[in-house]
């Protein structure tokens, strides 16, 4: 059994910054992939960035300078800091972990950028 449980969103100004974090338990190898993903209603969900058990890390070009992921393999759990936040980053901010056999998704959390 593994769960993917994500936290931190919320409601800021545009130009402000959030920090999520995701925190997987579990049977969770140790080689393994856990990566943002967000999505608004009506649209397909989208990656953000993604981080491997190693520290490879990969970005959307919408995230490049602006997001930072990061995780503690000790803790299973991945972080995004996100900086310079902007209206279009509103959206429902989900958690994956990917390692051998199924994908796990976490319930999501809404991060919401509005003055």
């Known amino acids: 059994q593994v769960q993917v449980v994500e936290s931190g969103g919320g409601l800021v100004q545009p130009g402000g910054s959030l920090r999520l974090s995701c925190a997987a338990s579990g049977s969770i190898f140790s080689i393994n992939t856990m990566g943002w993903y967000r999505q608004v209603p009506g649209k397909q969900r989208e990656l953000v960035a993604v981080?491997?058990?190693?520290?490879?890390?990969h970005y959307a070009d919408s995230a490049k300078g602006r997001f930072s992921i990061s995780r503690d393999n000790a803790k299973n759990t991945v972080y995004l800091q996100m900086n310079s936040l902007k209206p279009e980053d509103t959206a429902a901010y989900y958690c994956?972990?990917?390692?051998?056999?199924?994908?796990?998704w976490g319930q999501g959390t809404q991060v919401t950028v509005s003055s």
């Open positions: 994956k972990l990917s390692q051998q056999g199924p994908d796990y």
């Open positions: 981080i491997t058990s190693d520290g490879f890390t």
